[in-house]
């Protein structure tokens, strides 16, 4: 598997990343042992990156992977978030991220995280971002509960400036570089590069958009768009390739990138994962994807946060 550093920071992360969401049931039901098995596989094929959240399935996935990940903890790289506990349940204030930490060291069992990120901040007043949520983070570093620290989201421009007004060590953001767009590495791998923020690719294959299975139930998309994503997994199929596999390589291409967190709910998933890493994706394939996906004229993307808010606050924090 090969390692990338992300940033300056030091560590070297797996290109491919275990997203633990599905650990908390977000993709559907999972074993205990599925759940257990799914995290040695991938540690054991050199996958070392493992990202978490408080948010998902409100608490399980941290208290599963800190089981699954115990005596074998000083052998991964450890994410975790604050900010962010339910869907419409944010608080970034520094007296709840002090004991967020408290809270997911608990259930992570462990004494100190490699990163903690502030979860979802376009859901966030960007003036707390800037001068309470990431002072505070950095307070944690201070002590030593934390590694390094960072900023995740969905919207790229916002991830940009908050990064830009205010210095953190990584930026993370989700189906932003997949067969249906490339904005992460448009917008932000330029930023990255010359500051040596690092950069994590999350959500490849758009959140099971882009699988045969289609996506769950919550998912934001539009239904013109969900109906694009299946005509793509059609096309993929009648070349004889699967539409994950195609989806999960190109993601892995993404410049400029540390790590591709990838949310694996079985083995057999953590397997062609593993596997789809072994090779770079048909070029001809992508490219008729890509044409398919443009001459849709359907948005790839959909509304998050509160971007009307960080729009007009934002300028009289900058
Ligand atoms: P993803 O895009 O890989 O989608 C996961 C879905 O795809 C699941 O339904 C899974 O069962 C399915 N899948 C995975 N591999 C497959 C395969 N080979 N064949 C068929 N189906 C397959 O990943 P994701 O979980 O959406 O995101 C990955 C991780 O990134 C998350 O678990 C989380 O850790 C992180 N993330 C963070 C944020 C944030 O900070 N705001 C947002 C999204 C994701």
């Known amino acids: 598997m090969q390692l990338n550093p992300l940033g300056r920071t030091g560590l070297q992360l797996s290109a491919l990343g275990f997203g633990a969401a599905p650990l908390g049931q977000v993709y559907g039901a999972q074993s205990p042992q599925t759940a257990e098995r799914s995290v040695h596989l991938a540690i054991d094929h050199g996958i070392n990156f493992f990202d978490v959240s408080p948010y998902y399935g409100d608490t399980l996935a941290e208290s599963v992977l800190g089981r699954a990940l115990s005596g074998r903890r000083d052998q991964v790289v450890l994410a975790t978030k604050c900010g962010r506990y339910g869907v419409d349940t944010f608080d970034f204030s520094a007296s709840r991220i002090r004991r967020s930490i408290e809270e997911s060291l608990q259930r992570l069992q462990t004494d100190r995280l490699d990163l903690l990120q502030a979860h979802d901040i376009e859901f966030g007043d960007p003036e707390q971002i800037i001068h309470e949520t990431v002072p505070a983070l950095r307070q944690l570093q201070a002590e030593g509960k934390v590694r390094y620290i960072g900023i995740t989201g969905y919207p790229p421009p916002l991830l940009f400036e908050v ?90 291409g993404a410049p400029g990138v540390a790590s591709t967190l990838s949310g694996m709910r079985t083995e057999e998933e953590v397997l062609a994962n593993l596997k789809a890493c072994e090779q770079a994706p048909d070029p001809t394939l992508v490219a008729e994807i890509q044409k398919l996906v443009a001459q849709s004229g359907i948005p790839t993307t959909w509304p998050s946060g509160r971007p009307e808010a960080w729009l007009v606050e934002h300028r009289e924090v900058a």
């Open 163 to 252: 990064a830009q007004a205010v210095p953190v060590d990584s930026v993370l953001s989700y189906c932003h570089y997949t067969l249906l767009g490339t904005q992460l590495v448009d917008q932000l791998a330029p930023f990255s590069q010359a500051s040596g923020v690092g950069l994590i690719n999350a959500s490849p294959l758009s959140m099971g958009l882009l699988t045969d299975a289609g996506p769950p139930p919550w998912h934001p998309a539009s239904p013109q768009l969900k109906e694009l994503a299946r005509q793509v997994a059609a096309r993929c199929a009648q070349h004889g390739v699967n539409v994950a596999t195609i989806g999960l390589q190109f993601s892995l």
